[in-house]
């Protein structure tokens, strides 16, 4: 994908802030706001990789991907870029891993104007330094995201979720690798995948029925927790069992910062966008 | 020694122990190089055991402006752990303990010195075991897993060692010590504990490990089917993949290889094959035997002549020793070999290998391809006698050119074992100056004064110390 209107348009000089469907709350104000293209450029089943522009929609990208029985392990909640700029997974991250494992090449255009690319299009590759897994999360405060190849998943040939009153430590300890698996203190949840007759041979042991889907999900916060300590939890909440993530109706509480991760964050923000040109306003350490 | 590497070697006897500093000049030898085939030289040696006297260790690298480099077993085959002259190797192999094992939560704490297969030893009891596998894993170390990103057979559905990290305490240059990541799933800013993982020692040292522990499959499947082309083969291993299977693993040997390897262990390999794949298919009972029964079928359009399915654990044990022992069984035909580390795309396999074929029968070499097919990960072996003369500048004339033709097949560099001093000057093949300049700004965030580990990675970087391909070979490696 030809990047060079994109890296013009962000250009050397003033606040620039990038924007995909805008979940992220909106722009900043009184900047330049810049979308990634848009668009698929490749998809190769059988090499497991699909790239595209960082402004396709997620949803399409499934869409392309469906007749070859894959998918991408990010959720469809917007674009790629914008995904992969939270770097939020969704409910079936236990099963499918985190957004950055799904992610082989990115070529962003830096504070400079530099059209960079970080990793590669292969999907084993150690070659350098994992500049991917920076920006992977790093909300566009190091560099806008123009195009990216990423790795797909098969998708499963059987998914059924369940779900009953059962305790999720004898769920987690007796299934094995469900794909999601949530509580919200009475009621568990638990999707598998897989071949039909081994589904049914997984839960025939737990008291757990057919249902059509997952609960809704709270959305007064995001918290991040140690999954094993998930029976601390109040108030209304799903949490994610094995992973940590609950979905809560109250704003995840704030947590300190080590400082010298704060140091860390410092110079790498220094080193990518000295003048603080990208995504000005934008704190990954404080959101 | 001058005074200054006397007062440097005093001062770190002062923080750690007379025992576990090492200067002598045999000792110092022993440290010149890794499994590789270059060789730095280090002044001392340390032994540390503990955090704090691991950064004791840096900082007095620091205060004296000397480089040091961390080490784990010295198994990496990029010459990553290979000092720079001068520096100090802060070796972690004293660090062998598992800290805590938490089974509900499949994760554990480690030192960085515990071995990798010893830490699914130790969880083995539990039903659950730590996914990368490289070939060297009886001897190498966590700490090295997290410095390179280390692979393995099994990584090919699992993941390399990034995908199975889940925090990091760490020694930075500057002496502080952190935590990168975390055990929640999603800690504040940027993924510090993604970037440091695979960074060479080049951001500071590990010294505690989070691991996430993978439950041991209820069912298993291995085949080994054997084609009269490495083409079939090969296309065998895409049409697998585009059929939406992902094995466990996916290994590929030619002739040669099975030659030497059924000389070496008698498992009754066929010797007769153009190439065999090693296909293991884990899982849930009916799940396993769908697949396995689909990818049968996949090979018999495409030619295969036997398909062996492991009868029970022990014969899976003898067709993974099979392709274990690769290294082992090439010292039947020639005293050394030179082990090579690229990615391909998976359609581009037999082109790619017929190349290296062509190139080394150029050069007049010997070469056998034992890797990781399924993620269209190379590993040719180039076999040969040290003593011929000037057969190390074939070796390395022909080792250039495959790298080179793997990358213009729209390949990688490396698929596991790092970059290191190996490929550094390579770097440009995959990535122009801008990438690399992106890249050398992230170390010098975390390593301002660019004292772990230099000369490593990044092409032409300032501090690198005099390095050189050694006489003599390496003892072991692996792939």
């Known amino acids: 994908m030809d990047l ?20 992220r709350g909106g722009p900043v104000a009184d900047v330049r706001v810049i979308g990634a293209p848009a668009g698929i450029e490749l998809v190769e089943p059988a090499e497991m990789i699909v790239s595209c522009g960082a402004g396709t929609m997620v949803a399409e990208l499934d869409e392309a991907l469906l007749p070859h029985g894959q998918c991408v392990a990010i959720p469809p909640t917007g674009t790629v870029g914008g995904a992969l700029a939270t770097g939020r997974s969704g409910i079936r991250r236990l099963g499918y891993g985190p957004v950055r494992d799904a992610v082989l090449q990115i070529r962003y255009v830096s504070a400079a104007r530099d059209v960079v690319k970080a990793g590669g299009p292969t999907v084993k590759n150690v070659s350098g330094f994992d500049l991917c897994r920076l920006l992977v999360g790093s909300h566009g405060t190091l560099g806008f995201m123009g195009d990216v190849i990423l790795r797909t998943r098969p998708r499963a040939r059987f998914e059924q979720w369940f779900a009953g009153q059962v305790d999720p430590d004898m769920v987690m300890a007796q299934l094995y690798r469900p794909t999601s698996a949530l509580w919200d203190g009475a009621t568990t949840w638990v999707l598998l995948e897989g071949d039909p007759r081994d589904v049914a041979e997984q839960v025939r042991l737990l008291s757990l029925d057919v249902v059509e889907g997952p609960p809704v999900l709270p959305d007064g916060g995001r918290w991040s927790i140690v999954p094993g300590n998930f029976r601390t939890l109040r108030g209304r909440f799903v949490v994610e069992m094995g992973v940590g993530v609950v979905h809560h109706e109250d704003p995840a509480p704030a947590r300190l910062v080590d400082p010298v991760i704060r140091q860390l964050h410092r110079r790498i923000k220094d080193a990518f966008d000295p003048q603080g040109r990208l995504n000005p306003g934008v704190d990954v350490l404080d959101r | 020694m001058t005074a200054s590497v006397e007062q440097l070697v005093v001062d770190l006897r002062r923080a750690l122990s007379s025992k576990r500093v090492r200067d002598g000049r045999t000792e110092l030898s022993l440290y010149r190089h890794d499994a590789s085939q270059l060789e730095g030289a280090a002044v001392a040696v340390c032994f540390p055991t503990t955090t704090a006297e691991v ?20 198994t990496g085959l990029a010459g990553g752990a290979v000092p720079p002259d001068g520096a100090i190797v802060i070796s972690t192999t004293k660090m062998g303990e598992m800290l805590s094992v938490d089974v509900a939560g499949r994760r554990a704490w480690v030192q960085p010195g515990v071995l990798n297969l010893d830490l699914s030893r130790a969880v083995a009891v539990d039903g659950l075991h730590f996914a990368p596998d490289p070939s060297s894993q009886q001897t190498c170390s966590i700490g090295g897993n997290v410095a390179n990103n280390s692979g393995g057979p099994h990584c090919l559905a699992e993941g390399v060692t990034n995908a199975h990290i889940i925090a990091l305490e760490v020694v930075l240059p500057d002496g502080s010590v952190t935590i990168l990541g975390g055990e929640d799933p ?40 054997d084609f009269e082309t490495v083409e079939a083969g090969a296309a065998t291993v895409s049409a697998v993949i585009a059929a939406g299977i992902v094995p466990a693993a996916l290994e590929m040997m030619d002739r040669l290889c099975l030659q030497a390897v059924e000389a070496y262990i008698h498992a009754g390999l066929p010797i007769d094959a153009a190439a065999a794949l090693l296909v293991e ?103 040969y006698d040290a003593r011929e003369p000037g057969v190390m500048e074939r070796v390395h004339a022909a080792g250039d050119e495959i790298v080179r033709a793997s990358v213009e097949a729209g390949g990688v560099l490396s698929g596991e074992h790092g970059i290191g001093l190996e490929k550094r000057d390579l770097m440009p093949l995959m990535f122009s100056a801008v990438d690399l300049q992106a890249q050398g700004a992230l170390r010098d965030a975390f390593d301002p004064s660019r004292l772990a580990n230099p000369g490593k990675v990044l092409p032409s970087s300032a501090g690198c110390g005099d390095l050189h391909v050694g006489r003599a070979v390496a003892e072991g490696a692996w792939i």
Do not use: Q
């Open chain 2, 186 to 225: 999603e800690p504040d800013g940027y993924d510090l504990r993604g970037v440091f993982v695979g960074s060479e020692g080049m951001f500071g040292v590990t010294t505690a490990v989070c691991v996430r522990l993978t439950p041991n499959p209820p069912a298993v499947s291995t085949m080994l089917m």
């Open chain 2, 281 to 383: 298919v884990v899982g849930l009972p009916h799940g396993v035997e769908v697949d396995a029964a689909a990818i049968t079928e996949i090979a018999v359009t495409h030619g295969v002549r036997t398909v062996r399915t492991a009868a029970d654990d022990v014969e899976r044990a003898l067709l993974w020793k099979g392709r274990k022992s690769a290294f082992g069984a090439i010292a039947r035909i020639k005293p050394n070999y030179y082990l090579h580390d690229t990615v391909v795309p998976r359609a581009k396999l037999p082109e790619v290998l017929a190349k290296v074929y062509e190139i080394t029968a150029r050069h007049d070499l010997l070469v056998l391809n034992v890797f990781h097919a399924g993620d269209g990960n190379l590993h040719p072996l180039l076999v």
């Open chain 2, 55 to 74: 950064r004791a260790c840096v900082e007095i690298a620091a205060r004296h402006g000397v480089p040091f480099v961390p080490r784990g077993s010295g």
């Open chain 1, 4 to 23: 060079t209107a994109f890296a013009d348009e962000i250009g050397v000089e003033g606040p620039v802030t990038i924007t995909g469907l805008s979940t």
